[in-house]
């Protein structure tokens, strides 16, 4: 296995305070072999463990940080933990440590990016459809501003509107619950089933929370499934991470 190919990493220039630094891994690199073809690092994808945990090591020297990122073991739930060195189960993970990354992994659903925009204290957050209508984001809030804080957010990579299919239970599930909500779905052409924007669903939970600097990244995981896994597009594949941390 060699160094992955850090230049192929998204390193988006929101910057909402300047010790605020991120990035995102891609697939591009020989971790793995097919179905995982690239620099998988999700554990619970079937692939060889030792591999994994190889390029997760080889994460860390990428970004150069004190210490490895915080990982989790993700499970589309409502949980958010503070990094303390552990791997817990949970779908969302902060600190106000310097020099330690927060990631999570994904293959289609969400990546959300927190920081207080003082420089405090950033997060990591996993939003699949069931963890942004369960609660996700308003739990991540809540832990990085349980004082009001000010917070600006990063939505990273995603299958796009175009590409996600859902049934009537999800466009019910956000328009019975969220106003506007509608506005984030698209008529199928299959009856009974919608098209959804997962940025947009993400926004309309976080304005209310006093999330409004918000910025999104235009990449589609199945659109660009050269640089991305996708789940929805190649079933048993990898995940890739989005990860922050304070300088």
């Known amino acids: 296995m060699t160094a992955p190919d850090t230049g192929a990493w998204l390193r988006p220039a929101w910057q909402p305070h300047p010790r605020v630094r991120l990035a995102v891994t891609t697939r591009t690199g020989d971790c793995s072999p097919p179905p995982w073809q690239g620099f ?78 003082d420089g405090t204290a950033v997060g990591a957050f996993h939003a699949g459809w069931r963890g942004l209508q369960a609660g996700i984001l308003d739990a991540a809030v809540e832990a990085l501003a349980p004082e009001g804080e000010p917070l600006a957010a990063w939505l990273g990579p995603r299958i796009c509107r175009h590409c996600y299919q859902v049934g009537e239970e999800v466009y019910r599930a956000f328009t019975d619950t969220y106003p506007g909500a509608e506005n984030a779905f698209d008529p199928d052409a299959e009856p009974g089933h919608w098209r959804a924007d997962l940025h947009h669903l993400a926004e309309l939970v976080m304005r209310p929370l006093g999330v409004v600097d918000i910025e999104r990244d235009p990449h589609c995981t199945v659109c660009h499934n050269h640089l991305f896994y996708s789940h929805r597009k190649e079933g048993r594949t990898g995940r890739f991470a989005s990860l922050i941390w304070l300088a």
């Open 40 to 117: 998988n690092l999700g554990l619970n994808t079937g692939d060889d463990p030792e591999r994994v945990h190889a390029a997760r090591q080889k994460v860390h020297t990428g970004l150069a940080t004190a210490r490895g990122p915080a990982w989790l073991q993700q499970v589309h739930g409502t949980r958010v933990v503070q990094a303390d060195g552990s791997e817990p189960e949970a779908d969302g993970v902060w600190t106000a440590q310097s020099g330690l990354p927060c990631g999570v992994l994904t293959a289609d659903c969400l990546p959300v990016l927190l920081a207080r925009t």
